[in-house]
């Protein structure tokens, strides 16, 4: 089967190999990819400023879908033909996140899905939704399911609740459809008049473009005076102090990532005295993932793809997502 490596750091040394298609053991999985999309890690992950000291070589990519070619004698979860996205944490099944399971993430701590076969644990796979095409599906392990962490599994929100969403990538598309059918308020933040048009029609309630309205957190008081329910924070730099001024008493700001670079001056008076929930997410587990599953074939959810490459054109499709002029997901098609 052939794959592509990270040998050497760099988005132009990523190198196609062949290597022996794996055969399952007992407990064992061989998926057929027929997609894989890319999120920032992965770009991170290639140039080596994710982890320097990351073992090489090794297959980038955490989020893939594809059938099931072959199962092992005791494999019990998923048949042949069945259509599966593997989990980002393979050893994440349910409950609180652990240090075995933050070891088992693919495209980082152990292979990813660049490459035409791939052996799974039956537990490390779901099912995805029937009305999903291979490439919608590829968008959901990291970017859906962390959105879907961030708003539904630890402090669930209500009708009219409102959110601020920070940006137009994977994450933030998916956390504004879920928020629409959930019957929040979403209040999506970017830095382009054009990708905030195209947010009203996914259905944001209030966009604010934060390059014209730098303290961005008094235009969202301007229209939640009391603060915002959730903050769904992907920026670096001094954008989490905005957000914690941005989000109401009592309110939730979920840290997905640090897009812009690592946060700076943050303010502990602000979390203490307002009774801030502020949470990490990091991906989700197995049983976050099927929950989510269940939300978008209900309400017939489709994932937002901006553009799809032919896989061996990883290196093109990587140098894209580093312009950040997408809206939604990058894909890959086998």
């Known amino acids: 089967m052939r794959a592509l490596e990270i040998q050497e750091f760099g988005i132009e040394n990523l190198k196609l190999v062949e290597r022996d298609v794996p055969k399952p053991g007992q407990f064992d999985v061989l998926v057929r990819l027929k997609a894989a999309s890319l999120n920032f890690r992965d770009l991170m992950v290639t140039e080596g400023t994710y982890n320097p000291r990351l073992k090489r070589p090794m297959i980038p990519l955490s989020d893939g879908a594809g059938v099931v070619e072959a199962v092992g ?13 593997g989990i980002f944490m393979q050893k994440w099944l349910d409950g609180v996140v652990n240090r075995a399971a933050f070891q088992s993430a693919m495209g980082g701590a152990i292979d990813g899905v660049l490459s035409e076969q791939r052996i799974f644990n039956e537990d490390g796979l779901v099912h995805i ?36 969403i920070q940006g137009t990538g994977g994450v933030a598309t998916f956390a504004l459809q879920f928020a629409r059918v959930a019957g929040m308020r979403p209040i999506v933040l970017s830095s382009s008049d054009e990708k905030l048009k195209r947010a009203q ?24 005076p009391n603060g915002a329910d959730y903050v769904i924070q992907v920026a670096g730099d001094d954008a989490l102090t905005r ?22 001056n943050i303010e502990p008076r602000l979390v203490l005295m307002n009774s801030i929930r502020l949470q990490g997410i990091y991906v989700g ?4 993932f099927e929950r989510m599953n269940r939300a978008i074939e209900l309400h017939r959810i489709r994932p937002v793809v901006d553009r799809v490459f032919p896989w061996l054109e990883a290196p093109q499709a990587m140098k ?5 002029s997408h809206f939604g997901k990058i894909a890959l098609e086998f």
């Open 73 to 85: 004698d005791s494999v019990t979860r998923v048949k042949v033909g069945d259509r599966v996205a």
């Open 129 to 164: 939704p029937e009305h999903l095409s291979f490439v919608e599906a590829a968008t959901l392990p990291c970017a859906a399911v962390t959105g879907w962490h961030a708003l539904f599994e630890e402090a669930p929100p209500k009708a009219g609740d409102s959110v601020v």
């Open 201 to 224: 029609e996914l259905g944001a309630a209030h966009t604010i473009n934060y390059k014209k309205e730098q303290n961005w957190e008094k235009s969202v008081l301007a229209i939640v």
């Open 243 to 264: 957000s914690l001024k941005a989000v109401r008493m009592g309110g939730q700001v979920s840290v997905i990532g640090v897009l812009s670079g690592a946060a700076s």
């Open 285 to 288: 587990s197995r049983a976050m």
């Open 320 to 324: 894209y997502m580093k312009e950040q």
